[in-house]
T-cell receptor
Framework: EDKVVQSPLSLVVHEGDTVTLNCSYEVTNFRSLLWYKQEKKAPTFLFML????IEKKSGRLSSILDKKELFSILNITATQTGDSAIYLC??????????????FGQGTILTVHP | DGGITQSPKYLFRKEGQNVTLSCEQN?????MYWYRQDPGQGLRLIYYSQIVNDFQKGDIAEGYSVSREKKESFPLTVTSAQKNPTAFYLCASSSQGALPQHFGDGTRLSIL
């Protein structure tokens, strides 16, 4: 059974702080790891990582994957109140009828205070 | 605009009642998915369909049923057999097997 564990489960910081969110996984047939941001409703896609050691960046957010150690981190620098959200990590399975199926972690609730 | 529409936004279920959540997409995606989200538990897969007239159980299918008669529609029925239906339900879609999945705005289901 595929498994994804995120840490910490919740985090409270002040504007301007840098945060690191962690995601470790076990999957029978790894295809990709994805990060989503969820504010009130629909999760919105942030990054998809397939290759180890290659950093993906978008503004103040960046993410990297370590396929040997089976984890990924999501960094947010100079946090803003608009970064307050649930951050979800998911792994995609490459095998058979599970192709395209995502297994999600519990999520990290980030709260950024002014 | 292209997207995924879930309705209703809020739904209340009485004891012993079946309720149906709607999910429609106009993205021409082949694959559609239903997830359940409880506080502190992330998203769990209920059912998914990779093609019309075919669907597979996810990790928590008991007490739920689906149909896929049209490419753009994937309704989820929460049956009376689901004893703890209170949750946030999210529908997603993607081109067959492709990533990422795109999500609707969800339906929040509560028990009366």
């Amino acid at each position: 059974e595929d498994k994804v564990v995120q840490s910490p489960l919740s985090l409270v910081v002040h504007e301007g702080d840098t945060v690191t969110l962690n995601c470790s996984y076990e999957v029978t047939n790894f295809r990709s790891l994805l990060w989503y941001k969820q504010e009130k409703k629909a999760p919105t896609f942030l990054f998809m990582l397939t290759s180890s050691g290659i950093e993906k960046k978008s503004g103040r957010l960046s993410s990297i994957l370590d396929k040997k150690e089976l984890f990924s981190i999501l960094n947010i620098t100079a946090t803003q109140t608009g970064d307050s959200a649930i951050y979800l990590c998911a792994v995609a399975n490459a095998g058979g009828t599970s192709y395209g199926k995502l297994t999600f972690g519990q999520g990290t609730i980030l709260t950024v205070h002014p | 605009d292209g997207g995924i529409t879930q309705s209703p936004k809020y739904l209340f279920r009485k004891e012993g009642q079946n309720v149906t959540l709607s999910c429609e997409q106009n993205l021409n995606h082949d694959a559609m998915y239903w997830y359940r989200q409880d506080p502190g538990q992330g998203l769990r897969l209920i059912y998914y369909s990779q093609i019309v007239n075919d669907f597979q159980k996810g990790d928590i299918a008991e007490g739920y049923s689906v149909s896929r008669e049209k490419k753009e529609s994937f309704p989820l029925t929460v049956t009376s057999a689901q004893k703890n239906p209170t949750a946030f339900y999210l529908c997603a879609s993607s081109s067959q097997g492709a990533l990422p999945q795109h999500f609707g705005d969800g339906t929040r289901l509560s028990i009366l």
